[in-house]
């Protein structure tokens, strides 16, 4: 390879001179043709027309060859799919012919099912010659069908129930909100790797929550953070369904999560002193000594959690104002409801609490108890 050159004797003097291409007549630089004819010849991409993109009309998963390749993409409007199905109709379907194409599409004309596009290819055709630029008119007809995914999740596939229960009371509404947030987020950061990753049932009723999962790995995962988040008690039991296709025994999971009748906020006695309860997690559970005025932490493995029994709901603190408070005297506090007046020691409150400021408290067997800031 490499340019074709003439040599002239033009005044005694030996010149040079590029050959012509011989398909146009410019200077050729590559085979005897120019830039121009060489790329024509060399075409940075194949790619056939009409193509056939086979979506699932639930999620919008794409069929390819062996499968369903799912989207990362989540949109509400299905209108909004397309350019990422067609990123991946267009992996499989663009054959490259040379390194570093840089690929465009420019949407040309859309009908129900049927899209035209200006497919635009960016590259090199030879490393010798500048980058240019090829335009391709692709037809993509669309055709819709269910994906396995969705075609178990419909028909209410699953492989293990996680019940979320609590000891005698009823979840709260924050509860619900938080437990519901953790199964959405884990479920769509598995799908991409799990078929199996779907909810396909959710039921609330007064002893709590029941979700039904495709995936039994999925189920354990969010079983395992649940109940560290709550410090929970766990039970597993497993039912024997039916034998699969080679003979070997299928069963469904149950996992059962018991929190505690205690939740943050609320009141419990650790060592029989009064204490609330101000977060729950995998390190433990750290309370704050109403007594002592500290905070601590405790996991279910230490001596003191057997001491730990429920005392009362956070609701039951009450609201006070600070009404005086004078350097050397007590601090007066009125009950916001009864309007009752209050003193307590003023070593109990920052320096920078003054007359006006909202405070909470805990009345217990008529022994009044300052909570901690919130």
């Known amino acids: ?105 420019e949407e040309e004309k859309r009908l129900d099912r049927v899209l035209h596009i200006i497919l635009k290819a960016l590259g090199q055709s030879h490393k010798d010659l500048p980058p240019h630029e090829e335009q391709y008119s692709v037809e993509v007809r669309f055709s819709y069908g269910t994906c396995d995914t969705c075609g178990m999740k419909s028909g209410g596939y699953y492989e293990a129930t996680l019940q979320i229960r609590v000891d005698e009371r009823q979840l709260t509404e924050e509860e619900e909100d938080d437990i519901v947030r953790i199964v959405t987020e884990m479920t769509i950061a598995q799908y991409e790797f799990d078929d199996k990753a779907f909810v396909s049932k959710i039921t609330s009723d007064k002893y709590g929550m029941n979700f039904q999962m495709g995936s039994d790995h999925l189920c354990r995962s969010i079983a395992d953070v649940l109940e560290s988040r709550y410090l929970a008690e766990r039970k597993q039991n497993y039912k024997l369904v039916g034998q699969d296709k080679g003979g070997k025994d299928k069963y469904r999971t149950t996992i059962l999560i018991r929190l505690h009748r205690f939740g943050i906020g609320d009141f419990v006695r650790v060592l029989d002193k009064p204490c609330q309860v101000i977060e729950m997690s995998k390190g433990g559970l750290t309370y704050f000594d109403l ?25 039951e603190k009450r609201e006070f104002m600070i009404t005086t408070r004078v350097y050397g005297q007590p601090v007066q506090l009125m009950d916001s409801k009864t309007f009752e007046i209050t003193e307590l020691d003023e070593s109990l409150f920052d320096d920078d609490i003054e007359a006006g400021t909202t405070v909470y408290g805990l009345i217990i067997d008529e022994d009044f108890y300052l909570l901690p800031r919130e």
């Open 1 to 105: 390879m490499g340019q074709t050159l003439i040599d002239l004797e033009i005044c005694g003097r030996l010149v040079q001179l590029k050959a012509p291409c011989y398909q146009c007549g410019e200077p050729a630089v590559l085979d005897g043709v120019c830039s121009e004819c060489y790329d024509k010849e060399h075409p940075l991409i194949e790619v056939k027309t009409p193509l056939t993109l086979h979506a699932c009309k639930s999620c919008g998963s794409v069929k390819i060859p062996g499968g369903w390749k799912k989207l990362t993409f989540a949109s509400a409007d299905s209108d909004d799919l397309w350019p990422h199905q067609l990123d991946i109709l267009l992996d499989i379907e663009v054959k490259p012919l040379v390194h570093g194409i840089e690929l465009t599409i």
């Open 291 to 315: 007594v002592r005025r500290q905070r601590f932490t405790m996991n279910p493995k230490s001596s003191k959690w057997r001491t730990l029994e429920y005392l009362t709901a956070k609701d």
